[in-house]
């Protein structure tokens, strides 16, 4: 099976994807597996890595989670201008506070375990480099 690696994947230039599979056409070859699938094995990655959340990856995370601003709201306890805000402003990043509320409410609806103290649950100061291998996920 050929397969290709993705550098920078919907912005994000700390992410690496790897192994992904590729398939012939008459164009030439192409991605096998469902953007969704690449979405949501980088939207755990953020998650589980405690990768600082700015509204790129709140984008993100909406995204895969299938919530509107209005639902993420309320579900939040937030207003609808706070998650718009964060929605709109990419390179903005959320208080340490927000972050911690909005990896643990993503963690739990995608079902990841996050064994941690809220020390341990802020995001970190920086973005590393992180490389994701989509080999087990076509």
Known sequence: MKTTTINNYLGFTYIKLTNVPLIDSK????????????????????????FPIRGLEFKLIKSVLKLTNEKLAHELGVSYATVSKWSNNLEERLS???????????????????????????????????????????
């Open 27 to 50: 164009h030439g070859p192409i991605i096998d597996i469902k953007p969704s699938v690449l979405e949501n094995l980088v939207c755990m990655e953020i998650i589980k890595n405690r």
């Open 96 to 138: 340490p506070a927000f972050e911690v509320v909005v990896r643990v409410f993503a963690a739990e609806k995608l079902g990841i375990k996050l064994n941690a103290t809220l020390k341990e649950l802020r995001a970190k100061d920086k973005f590393k480099n992180i490389s994701i291998s989509a080999k087990f996920a076509a």
